[in-house]
C-alpha cells in the first residue's frame, strides 16, 4: 500500500526555520512526481512546491509566495522528500502535506487534483 507520513512542524518565530519531512513508502522516488501543499483556516489548499526525478535528473518548482525561502529535496536512500524552509513568516502558518504520483516524464504541478495519493498533513505555526 503507498503511503506518505508528513513530519517535522511545529511552533517557530517569524525569521525562524523548519524542515519538514514526508516519508514514502509503497514505492520508490524515481518516476514519481512528490508535491508540498499547505491550507490555512477558511484557505484553499495550494501548492507551495513540486519536484519530479527520472535517470537521475530533478525539476522543481516553487510558488512565488516561497521561492527563495524554501527549498525542496530528496534522499532517495531513506526514500524521503524534505521541505527546508527559512526565513518563515506569519502567513506561512498551515497545515502542510505532500502528495505523491506517478508519471512518465519529469513533470509536476501544483494542481491538487491531479495527485492521487496524499499524506496526513503537519501543523506550521509562525508565530511570535
Known amino acids: 500500500q503507498l503511503q506518505l507520513v508528513e513530519s517535522g512542524g511545529g511552533l517557530v518565530q517569524p525569521g525562524g526555520s523548519l524542515r519538514l519531512s514526508c516519508a514514502v513508502s509503497?514505492?520508490?522516488?524515481?518516476?514519481?512526481?512528490i508535491g508540498w501543499f499547505r491550507q490555512a483556516p477558511g484557505k484553499e489548499r495550494e501548492g507551495v512546491s513540486c519536484?519530479?526525478?527520472?535517470?537521475?535528473?530533478?525539476?522543481?518548482n516553487y510558488a512565488d509566495s516561497v521561492k527563495g525561502r524554501f527549498t525542496i529535496s530528496r534522499d532517495n536512500a531513506k526514500n524521503t522528500v524534505y521541505l527546508q524552509m527559512n526565513s518563515l513568516k506569519p502567513e506561512d502558518t498551515a497545515v502542510y502535506y505532500c502528495?505523491?504520483?506517478?508519471?512518465?516524464?519529469?513533470?509536476?504541478?501544483?494542481?491538487?487534483?491531479?495527485?492521487?495519493?496524499w499524506g496526513q498533513g503537519t501543523q506550521v505555526t509562525v508565530s511570535s
Open positions: 519536484a519530479h526525478s527520472s535517470g537521475g535528473v530533478t525539476n522543481t
Open positions: 509503497g514505492f520508490r522516488l524515481d518516476y514519481y512526481a
Open positions: 502528495a505523491a504520483r506517478g508519471t512518465s516524464n519529469r513533470f509536476c504541478t501544483s494542481d491538487v487534483s491531479w495527485y492521487d495519493t
